[in-house]
C-alpha cells in the first residue's frame, strides 16, 4: 500500500514554528533553528513549572505534550518541534493522533538516531533521563536502520537540574559528569549521543573529559536540518522576513531561563507566563 503524501496546502510560510521543552534545554534546539532559518517566527513553550520531565510518569509527561501541542496549535503554528527527548520517547504517538496531520512535526530522537545509524559504525553511548532511557527509544531507532551498532544507554537524571539551577562550569556539575561518564556501561563507546535537549548546554565540559577520545554529537544541528528539509519540500520557508518575532511562553517564569533565553536570543525577547 503506498503511504500518504501528506498535504501542508493550507499552511503559509509566515506562520511561527512551535518548539516545547521541559524547561531550557530546548533552547538548544531552537537556536540552531534561529541560525539555519533566521527568517522564521518562533514560539516556544518552556513546560518550566513541571521539569524534569525526567522523573515524571508517562501519563504525566503524555498530559503536559498535549495540552502545549494544543496549545502551539491554536496559535497557528505551521510546524512542531518536540525539542525534549523524554517527550519524543514518552508522548510522541499521542503528539501525533492530536496532530491528525495537520502540522509537520519534528522529533529530537529519530533524526539522530537515522543519521548516527548511517553514519556512525562503532560502539554509541546514549545518556539522558531516566524516562528517556526507560523507554529504551534511542536503541530501538538506532538498530531499526542498523541492527549491527551496539547502543549502550546510562541514566543521568542529575544534570537537568544542574543546569536549570545554573549549575554550568561549576565543581558540582564537573563532579556529577565525571560521576555518569566514569560509568562501566559506557567504558568501551567512540560515539556519545546526548539524549537531552539540556546536555549541549554541557558539552565543552563533556569533550573536556573525553578529549579526543569519543565523538559527541551535536543533535541540535540534526534536529534543526531536518525541520529545514521539510518546510523546503513542503514551500513552508519564511525567506522574505528580515525582524521575525520569537515569543517565549513559560509555565513558571525562572532567572536562569532569562539569562539563557537572552544569552541565545539577543535582548528582543518577550517571556510571557502561561499555564496551560
Do not use: W
Request: charged share 25%.
Amino acid at each position: 500500500m503506498k503511504k500518504k503524501t501528506a498535504d501542508y496546502s493550507h499552511l503559509k510560510p509566515e506562520q511561527p514554528i512551535g518548539i516545547f521543552d521541559s524547561g531550557v534545554g530546548g533552547l538548544t534546539v531552537a537556536k540552531e533553528i534561529k541560525r539555519l532559518l533566521p527568517n522564521e517566527n518562533l514560539i516556544y513553550f518552556g513546560d518550566t513549572k513541571h521539569l524534569p520531565y525526567g522523573d515524571k510518569s508517562k501519563e504525566a509527561i503524555i498530559e503536559y505534550s498535549t495540552k502545549i501541542t494544543d496549545f502551539l496549535l491554536k496559535n497557528s503554528c505551521k510546524a512542531i518541534v518536540i525539542a525534549c527527548n523524554t517527550a519524543t520517547a514518552n508522548a510522541l504517538k499521542e503528539v501525533q493522533h492530536l496532530v491528525s496531520g495537520a502540522v509537520p512535526i519534528i522529533d529530537v530522537i529519530n533524526p539522530v538516531a537515522e543519521k548516527v545509524a548511517y553514519e556512525i559504525h562503532n560502539n554509541i553511548g546514549v545518556i539522558a533521563t531516566k524516562a528517556t532511557v526507560s523507554s529504551g527509544l534511542y536503541k530501538k531507532s538506532i538498530r531499526k536502520h542498523n541492527k549491527f551498532i551496539k547502543v549502550d544507554e546510562l541514566a543521568t537524571p542529575l544534570l537537568v537540574p544542574a543546569i536549570e539551577e545554573g549549575f554550568k562550569n561549576h565543581p558540582i556539575t564537573h563532579a556529577i559528569i565525571y560521576n555518569y561518564l566514569s560509568n562501566h556501561r559506557l567504558k568501551n563507546i567512540e560515539t556519545l549521543i546526548l539524549g537531552c535537549t539540556h546536555y549541549p548546554l554541557l558539552i565543552e565540559e563533556i569533550k573536556q573529559y573525553y578529549g579526543n577520545r569519543v565523538r559527541v554529537i551535536d543533535s541540535p544541528n540534526i534536529v534543526a536540518s531536518q525541520l529545514k528539509m521539510i518546510m523546503d519540500k513542503h514551500h513552508l520557508l519564511n525567506t522574505n522576513n528580515p525582524n521575525p518575532n520569537y515569543h517565549f511562553y513559560l509555565s513558571d517564569i525562572t532567572k536562569n531561563f532569562e539569562k539563557i533565553s537572552k544569552k541565545f536570543f539577543g535582548k528582543a525577547i518577550d517571556l510571557e507566563l502561561k499555564v496551560l
